[in-house]
């Protein structure tokens, strides 16, 4: 009969309905699967700020490194500031080098204590935006009438291996490279030379005369 066939699909519909609604197989993998991206970006980014926080460390002993190994000479050849750079650079390790940007310069300062550039060198060359004569802000500490001090500073690119992936209905995570450091450090020059008008003790970079002229 139509009704009884009408009926009995109409019960069968209701049978799979309950067993569909009441079933419980597969739940924990489904919402597992859809809490995993962010279990993923938790943990990575953990890792991301562990390394930031290392790498953090090391920019700062590579600028303390630049400032310590020049301080101690009493001048420089030009050709000498590549091998402080390189060894300078080994403090990073096992971070990459080329990543990093390192700048070495010697700030005099005058009688009314205002600190100016004499001499500058950078690895990579010519990525400071510093030049003879420009006026740097000193610490208290470094701002003695006639004296000298060597400014180093060291940044580094850091790039988050969050910034570099792809997840599950989250897509492209987009963070770029973060820089670290840039923040300089002041060293007495130990065994400087009387230069300049003045005879301010101060390193002298290969045949460049000394501060102020």
């Known amino acids: 009969m139509p009704g009884d066939a009408t009926a009995m699909a109409g019960k069968r519909l209701s049978r799979l309905w309950r ?25 990575v980014g953990m890792v991301d700020v ?19 190994l020049t301080a101690r000479l009493p001048a420089v ?9 390189n060894a300078a650079s080994t403090v990073l390790l096992p971070y990459d080098a080329r990543k990093a940007s390192m700048t070495v310069s010697s700030i005099v300062v005058d009688d009314k204590g205002v600190g100016r550039v ?20 000193l610490p208290d500490s470094a701002k003695v009438p006639k004296t000298s ?27 770029g490279a973060v820089p670290i450091g840039g923040n300089p450090i002041f060293t007495r020059p130990r065994t400087g030379k009387p230069a300049g008008k003045d005879s301010t003790e101060q390193i002298l970079l290969g045949d460049l005369k000394g501060c102020p002229e």
């Not at 489904?30 to 943990?43: G, Q, R």
């Not at 930031?52 to 490194?65: D, F």
């Open 19 to 43: 067993r569909f609604r009441d079933a419980r197989e597969g739940v924990a993998a489904v919402e597992f699967a859809m809490v995993l991206p962010f279990l993923v970006l938790a943990y």
């Open 50 to 68: 562990v390394q930031l926080v290392m790498t953090n460390r090391k920019v700062t002993q590579l600028t303390s490194t630049l400032s310590d």
């Open 77 to 85: 050849p030009v050709t000498e500031m590549t091998n402080i750079f």
């Open 118 to 137: 004499c001499w500058v060198s950078s690895d990579p060359p010519g990525s400071s935006p510093l030049k003879r004569g420009d006026t740097v802000p």
């Open 149 to 175: 001090v060597i400014m180093a500073s060291a940044s580094y690119s850091f790039s988050p291996i969050v910034g570099q992936m792809t997840l599950p209905f989250l897509g492209a995570v987009g963070i």
